[in-house]
């Protein structure tokens, strides 16, 4: 497997969006990798629709503390039948609904963001934080269909994705842009 994931990915936040559960679950990456390594969360293996191994990850609760919990109102979703779609589909349409919800201000992010000093210096001073106005970031989103389990899959690694892939086996080509990825 390829590591792709969390601990490559270069976001500032990751938004876990499922339209099926009506919510998106909003994280900044730093956080989380702290959160697995303390925790040794172990690494749990996911499947394709043919159960076919694609991935490694870890599953963390969508209610853990640092995780902001989001509301999705019906006019984001029902343009959509979620459950038909092929991965990819369903990837690119999330994004830009994903988009559109931080546009809309459905989905927040901070003006300022607090960091963690960690020298010898700044803990001599009693200084245990830096906070500074939140200069632009970035996001990475993904688009969640399997619900109802309260975890977020936060991939590590992949490997034979099968993104065309629908449900009972069969496969649909998209019309969408190839993703390059070279």
Same mark, same amino acid.
């Not at 936060?154 to 490997?159: D, F, L, M, P, T």
């Given at each position: ?16 969006? @499922? ?13 989380? &990798? ?29 209610a853990t503390y640092f995780v902001h919990t989001y509301s999705i109102p019906d006019r984001y ?10 991965? &990819? ?30 020298? &010898? ?12 106005? @939140? ?9 969640? &269909? ?37």
């Open positions: 497997m390829t590591e792709y994931g969390i601990w490559t990915s270069a976001a500032d936040y990751w938004v876990h969006f @499922f339209p099926l559960e009506r919510a998106a679950y909003v994280y900044r990456v730093d956080l989380m &990798r702290e959160y697995i390594k303390r925790n040794n969360s172990p690494i749990m293996f996911g499947a394709s629709k043919d159960n076919s191994v694609t991935g490694a990850g870890y599953l963390v609760q969508q979703l029902d343009h959509q039948k979620w459950q038909e779609l092929t991965d &990819r589909e369903a990837g690119i349409i999330g994004e830009t609904v994903v988009a559109t919800l931080i546009e809309d201000q459905i989905i927040k992010f901070p003006f300022y963001r607090a960091l963690r000093s960690r020298s &010898r210096k700044e803990q001599l001073a009693s200084i245990d934080f830096k906070v500074s106005y @939140f200069k632009p970031f970035t996001i990475e989103a993904k688009t969640e &269909r399997k619900c109802g389990t309260g975890n977020l899959f936060i991939q590590a690694r992949e490997s034979g994705h099968k993104p065309n892939l629908l449900h009972g086996g069969a496969t649909r080509s998209s019309d969408m842009p190839e993703l390059d990825l070279k």
